[in-house]
């Protein structure tokens, strides 16, 4: 059964960095995206960063320019560099891969990612 394990969230001050690593821990074959999503108290969950097969990115408005998505297809795992981090970027990440056919959709536990003013 395969599980997406994450690591890399804590708690740093605003303007502060954090890496989140999420790796699989059994094989998946063509994953075609993988993405960080996050969910602070009392909102809804939010898509902050996709890397496609190909390597194409998308980052939410709120944190282009701060935030760089990269991943390690030979390992199968997604990183997410986090920069110049804001009280509100505090949050639940959760990393998700993509399998198109047959369809799977795979989720990390999610780490806490807290920033203090």
């Known amino acids: 059964q395969v599980q997406l394990v994450e690591s890399g969230g804590g708690l740093v001050q605003a303007g502060g960095s954090l890496r989140l690593s999420c790796a699989a821990s059994?094989?998946?074959?063509?994953?075609?995206?993988m993405g960080w999503y996050r969910q602070a108290p009392g909102k809804q969950r939010e898509s902050v960063a996709t890397?496609?097969?190909?390597?194409?990115?998308v980052y939410a408005d709120s944190v282009r320019g701060r935030f760089t998505i990269s991943r390690d297809n030979a390992k199968n795992t997604v990183y997410l560099q986090m920069n110049s981090l804001k009280p509100e970027d505090t949050a639940v990440y959760s990393c998700?891969?993509?399998?198109?056919?047959?369809?799977?959709?795979?989720w990390g536990q999610g780490t806490q990612v807290t920033v203090s003013s």
């Open positions: 998700n891969f993509l399998v198109l056919s047959p369809y799977r959709s795979y």
């Open positions: 890397i496609t097969s190909g390597g194409t990115t």
């Open positions: 059994g094989s998946i074959f063509s994953i075609n995206a």
